[in-house]
Structures are given as C-alpha cells and as structure tokens.
C-alpha cells in the first residue's frame, strides 16, 4: 500500500512538472513588437509583465530603448522581429507605414517563416488588411487584423477592446490566446477587414460624440455653470456616453486623461482625422450616407490645419473655446 501511495505521489508529482513546464513554455514564449508608440507601449508591457519575452522594433530610439529597459529584446528592423519571431504584433499610424513594414525590403515579409502568426492592431482600410492577409497566405503565414479601442489608460492597464478578423475559429483562437494578455473583451467578427470595419465605426462614433461633448461641456460653462457638476450630472443623464463620464475633454474635470495634461499623450488629432478619412472612403465604395461623419472629417481637418495635429483629439473642446 505505501510502495502504491509512493507510486501515485511520484507520478502526480511528475505530471504536475510537466503541466508547469508547458505553461512555463507558453508563457515565455518570444512575440514580436513592431510600434511602440502611445499605445504600442503599454501592450508590450502588458506581455512583458505576464511573462512573454518580447522582441520589440520602433523607428523612434527613445521607444525602443524604454522598452529594452523594461526587459525587451531591441533590434533594428521588422525583419530582425519576424526572423526570431513566430508571433509578432504590429501597432502602427496608417496605411503606409503598415504597407512598408510588412511589404518592405527589410519588412516583416522578407524573413517571415511558414506558420507564423501575424496580428496587425493598427487601423488600416480593411481592403489592406485583406491584401496583407492574402500575400502572407502565399509566404505560409497567417494574418489576423486586431485593431483596439480603450485609449492609452487602457493599454497600460491590459483591458483593451480588440477587434479581430480572422478567417477561421482557429486562427482567431490562436490570435484571442496572446490578445488576452493585453485587452479584456476580444471578439472574432468574421473574417480579414472587420475587425478593421468595426474600429472605423467605432471611431466614426466616437468622433461625433467628442465634438458634441465639447461643444455643450463649452455651451455650460459659457452659461456659468461648474464643469464638474455638469459632468457630473451628464453622466448619469441621457446624455452620457464615453467623451463625458470616461474621457471628459475639459481640462480639470477628471485626472489622468489627456485634457488634465495640456492634451498631451492619448489618441492624436492627426490618427483621428486619418480614421475619419478611411471611414468616409469606406462609406464611399459602400454607397452609404454618413453626413454627420463627414462633418466630423472636416471638423478635424480644421484641427489639424490650425496646430492641433498632435494634441488628443478630446483637444476639441480647446479648439471650440478658441474659435
């Protein structure tokens, strides 16, 4: 009886290691970083803080070198990611800068091996992505696009919004394993281009919703009342929406968003414009009336042209006071 209860201990004992060892090897397993701005940041700290060992590329030194600091692994190209690399995430500004990373002579393409996973989080016209994921099927790869929505806080804090498409349930279950790390709420919305089509629309929204936040946050306080109570009171109101009980943009109103902070960090002006100009193509080919978002385009265009190009976008409220 204690040889059998020795036996049962040790091999329990065994298999336990074995578990260990294999979520150990998960768990440290290298994924590629390609953007380490704003929001690129905290997502790779996130993988970082959760046991991924991380191989990270920024055309910006001071980037890459935060994020060897916290113990990434830097190099000097997206090639270097994706040759030592078999899962790699790119967070980028636009359509160029994602054609280049991955298409260029020294993109992730030139070195990308059969099976890879590549996971693009940029918000791009989903007809790239589609053409992205057709030319990494052909190099035996696998492209997901997974853009985000929360804002920096959420990236820093690991509960991001992510919008996949993915061609499969498997692919988008293989994408949803390493998404988990950084975001809180991962949805598969059908194939290469939707989850960039669901992000569009987001930012569509959001877009109107912070110009109409500013615009009565600047109406009520021209009317003498304290911005405080009236974000207050409008957060428990009809009113309420994200722009006025998440990410007010009056300075004063709320600590640790971009409008405390001369509008500094954040989501720019200058990336919501570009959203706002792929939603309007978007609706364009799809034959489909936005007039409030093209309002918005222009709005922000305005911005743009008069020195709020890399100041937040909640930076409307600033704008409305100026004009």
């Not at 929505?149 to 992510?162: D, E, I």
């Not at 489909?288 to 100041?311: D, I, V, W």
């Amino acid at each position: 009886m204690k040889q059998f209860l020795k036996l049962r201990y040790s091999t329990k004992c065994r298999n336990l290691s074995i578990r260990e060892f294999s979520v150990m090897k998960s768990l440290n397993d290298k994924i590629g970083f390609i953007g380490l701005g704003n929001m690129g940041r905290g997502m790779a700290d996130n993988l970082l803080q959760k046991g991924h060992s991380v191989v990270a590329f920024d055309v910006v030194d001071d980037n890459l070198k935060l994020a060897v600091e916290k113990g990434a692994e830097g190099v000097s190209s997206p090639a270097q990611v994706a040759e030592k690399c078999d899962k790699v995430i790119t967070m980028l500004p636009n359509n160029e800068i994602v054609k280049n990373v991955y298409e260029g002579s020294d993109g992730v393409f030139s070195t990308v091996k059969s099976g890879s996973l590549l996971i693009d989080s940029s918000t791009v016209d989903p007809a790239l992505s589609k053409d992205l994921a057709n030319k990494a099927k052909g190099l035996g790869a696998v492209f997901v696009d997974a853009p985000v929505s929360g804002g920096v806080n959420a990236a820093a804090g690991g509960t991001l919004t992510f919008m996949v498409g993915a061609e499969t349930d498997e692919q988008f279950t293989a994408a949803n394993d390493i998404l988990q790390k950084m975001g809180a709420k991962i949805t598969h919305c059908g194939g290469v281009g939707t989850g960039g089509a669901v992000k569009i629309c987001n930012n569509m929204l959001l877009a109107v919703s912070m110009i109409g936040t500013a615009e009565a946050m600047n109406l009520g306080i021209s009317l003498g009342l304290d911005p405080k109570l009236l974000a207050s009171i409008l957060s428990s109101a009809t009113g309420r929406c994200w722009s006025v009980d998440t990410y007010n943009p009056c300075p004063g109103v709320m600590p640790n968003v971009p409008s405390s902070n001369d509008y500094k960090g954040g989501f720019g002006t200058a990336l919501m414009t570009k959203d706002l100009g792929l939603a309007q193509d978007a609706a364009t080919r799809a034959q489909t009336s936005t007039p409030m978002g093209s309002l918005a385009h222009q709005f922000y265009r305005t911005m743009c042209n008069n020195g709020f190009s890399e100041k937040d976008f909640s930076s409307a409220f600033k704008f409305l006071q100026k004009s």
